[in-house]
């Protein structure tokens, strides 16, 4: 049995290895660069360098690479080796500050929004020392940023990187204001929820859909889904318990802080979710979890599907983003304490935060948009595509009398009495959990539930990091240098909740009715990416990022354009792949069938006039009738593919047509496809069922 403390971050250059391995002097300026942001010297960066190969080439390492997340929306790496020729037909091994800090991919086949042209092809990354540095196999791998040549940023971790430095500015400003002089940092926290499916190698091997797209574009649903619950938190099975042991380890040895796995409501599917640590690292942690998980399943003879929708008629796929603010001095400044209607602080950060969501709703919708998302927001299993905020009864009663000017008290926790004698009674939360909201306050963090399963967190952080920031600013504009204080603060509270009071609800985010009243509040329900993408370059969301430090303008509409891009790209290779499985395999394989039911039917008939061919017939016309619908529906299909040409060079149109027309005819011709397979004997239809997908683990 692995003892976990031994194990854990044992393949991670943490602290306890540069304690052990570095200068004091230079483990005290990294510590410096670390934890306050304080610029790193070359001189600094060489030692580290040195210390981090050595460590590495006794742990077995003979490469390095600079891990970097760029605008595909996984992570990239080029690996280069320690050796140095010695001049004797020999080599060293050999790392130093000026490897360690920058690196050199070719940028010029990432998407870079038209920012880049294809010939310029210089980019470069550079090393994150916030975020420590990790052996997979037998490579050293390195967090790193990644930007072209001239400076423009091409990754997902700079922003968030900016974004962080901007909210702890402000945030050190606003405290400073309040009277906490001591605090010099704060940073923002993540603990992101993964959930993902586990299905059998062999079959997932006979789909080319899971093995082209990540999700099933054929397939008629198993006589039994999830209607039982009973998969939910049920007993783990034993092949996924074993890879789930095996993940733990994997993760615990790379400091990822795996706390909790479960079964989740959808058969084959689980989830693990993290302890939260400073996001950058969070953000790296996830997309190590998600990479980890892959190759751990491959192990199991099993794979880790991580798309938001791999199967229709069940649940999908979300990752929920717990986000929190601490302070250096170890203060969670969004707990609201046992009586919050005194705490004027938690208070005011509530209010920004509040008044951030609301102002900038659709940039938190905008942060989740994705192919695959758009098949779960708004379903009765994930928060609809509407932001709001859930406070909880005890909050929520508190901002209402602050809006009304009315004294509240807090209930505090009441206790819970279970009613019999051998089970302690307990203490239980002051409000319960909104599981339909897709911003929920849940007791001192906000959990931002919309979020896709693939996507890579650090979209949507800095934005929230970026929004709330910029709430904080005005804050402070509004109380510095005020002569009274705290009727500032509480005037400010109490404008900013009566300001922006409707985007807090409680209630069924799922219902009809509150799709209505939200309209009725003036909230935005952007229920497709290109519905929503398209307020990405709105004024005020480009003036946030270009006022805040973030990314440029320029950048701002890069990105709009790689998300547009990136999003009809997907839909057309889901076409592609559909047409491809129609024409080859699921036409043929019906064709065959129909003919088997013909020559039973003639065979019956020559034998005597009196067998029944009811059966057969009855079969043969309505697959044949379904066939020819399917095959007119294809070729339809095969045409909107082509005509989809016209609009090359316009991504938000070519985006539109992808989603308002190839995608109908996609939906058409399942629902036939799926028709024909209840109708089509299982030796002949030529892909594993959903039953075997879902029930085969």
């Known amino acids: 049995m692995a003892n976990v403390p031994e194990l854990f971050g044992s393949m991670v ?24 942001g304080e610029p790193l010297d070359i001189t600094v960066a060489n030692v580290v360098a040195n210390a981090m190969k050595d460590w590495a080439v006794e742990m077995g390492c003979t490469h390095y690479s600079h ?38 991919p070719d940028a010029s086949s990432f998407p870079s929004g038209g920012i880049r042209a294809t010939f310029e092809a ?43 430095e901007r909210l702890s500015s402000v945030a050190v400003r606003m405290l400073h204001i309040l009277g906490k002089n001591d605090v010099t940092r704060v940073i923002t926290t993540v603990g992101p929820e993964q959930e993902y499916f586990l299905i059998d190698k062999k079959m997932y091997d006979q789909r080319p859909d899971l093995i082209y797209t990540g999700r099933t574009l054929f397939g008629a649903p198993a006589p039994k889904g999830q209607e039982l619950d009973d998969h939910y938190f049920g007993s783990i099975k034993t092949r996924v318990a074993a890879f789930m042991k095996d993940l733990d380890n994997e993760l615990w040895k790379l400091g990822v802080l795996a706390k909790t796995k479960h079964n989740e409501v959808a058969p084959s599917q689980h989830e693990l979710a993290p302890i939260f640590t400073i996001s950058n690292v969070a953000n790296d942690h996830n997309e190590l979890t998600m990479e980890v998980m892959q190759k751990t399943a491959e192990k199991h003879g099993l794979v880790c599907l991580l798309h938001e929708k791999p199967f229709e ?68 299993e994930a928060p609809p595509a509407i932001i709001s905020m859930y ?40 409000s319960d959990r909104n599981r339909t ?19 890579n967190i650090g979209c949507p952080n800095y934005m929230l990091n970026t929004m709330v920031a910029e709430e904080l600013s005005q804050f402070c504009d509004a109380l510095e240098g005020v002569d009274d204080l705290e009727n500032a603060l509480k005037a400010l509270i109490k404008k900013t909740f009566t300001e922006h009071q409707n ?61 547009l891009e990136h999003y009809v790209k997907r839909l057309h290779i889901e076409a592609l792949t559909m047409i491809d499985m129609a024409e080859k395999n699921i036409t043929p394989a019906v064709i065959t069938f129909v003919n088997e039911l013909t020559q039973s039917a003639l065979a019956k008939q020559q034998l005597s006039a009196k067998l029944s061919v009811y059966a057969e017939m009855t079969l043969i016309e309505t697959l044949s009738d379904k066939l020819e619908a399917f095959v007119k529906k294809t070729a339809e299909l ?18 539109q047509y992808y989603r308002e027309t190839v995608l109908a005819l996609m939906d058409e011709l399942r629902a036939l496809g799926d028709a024909m397979e209840k109708k089509t004997a299982a030796k002949y239809w030529p892909y594993p069922s959903y039953g075997e997908l879902l029930f085969g683990v």
Request: with cysteine; proline share 4%.
């Open 638 to 655: 095969e045409a909107a593919v082509e005509s989809a040409k016209q609009y090359k060079g316009d991504n938000l149109k070519s985006a």
């Open 437 to 455: 909201s897709p911003f929920a306050f849940t007791g001192n963090k906000f959990e931002f539930r919309a979020l896709g399963s693939s996507l």
């Open 391 to 430: 406070l909880g009864d005890d909050l929520g009663a508190m901002v209402d009398a602050i809006i009304k000017g009315e004294k509240y008290e807090s209930k505090g926790k009441a206790k819970m009495l279970t009613g019999v004698d051998v089970l302690p009674d307990f203490k239980k939360d002051t």
């Open 122 to 164: 210089r980019g470069y990354t550079t090393w994150d020392p916030t975020s420590p540095a990790f052996i997979r196999d037998t490579t050293l791998y390195i967090p790193t940023a990644f930007c072209s040549y001239t400076g423009e940023v091409l990754d997902k971790k700079t922003p968030l990187l900016r974004s962080m």
């Open 13 to 36: 250059f943490n602290d306890k290895k540069m304690q052990e391995r570095l200068p004091r002097a230079t483990y005290k300026a990294l510590k410096k660069t670390i934890q306050n």
């Open 313 to 380: 008629g069940v649940n999908g796929s979300g990752k929920h983003n717990n986000w929190s603010l601490s302070t250096s001095t170890g203060e969670n400044l969004l707990d609201p304490g046992k009586q919050p209607e005194n705490n004027l602080q938690f208070q005011l950060f509530l209010a920004a935060i509040v008044k951030a969501v609301h102002e900038y709703q659709d940039l938190l919708r905008i942060t989740v948009a994705t192919a695959g998302n758009d098949h779960r927001l708004g379903a009765n």
């Open 67 to 104: 891990w970097f997340q760029p605008m595909t929306g996984i992570t990239a790496e080029k690996h280069d080796s320690f050796i140095t020729p010695s001049g004797d037909d020999r080599v060293i091994m050999e790392f130093s500050g000026k490897e360690l800090i920058k690196g050199e």
């Open 503 to 563: 985007i807090i609800f409680n209630g069924d985010n799922y219902s009809e009715e509150w799709v209505a009243e939200a309209a009725r509040r003036g909230l935005c329900n952007y229920k497709t990416l290109p519905e929503a993408m398209v307020h990405y370059v709105d004024q005020k969301n480009i003036d946030l990022f270009v006022k805040n430090g973030i990314i440029s303008e320029a950048e701002v509409r890069a990105r709009y354009e790689i998300e």
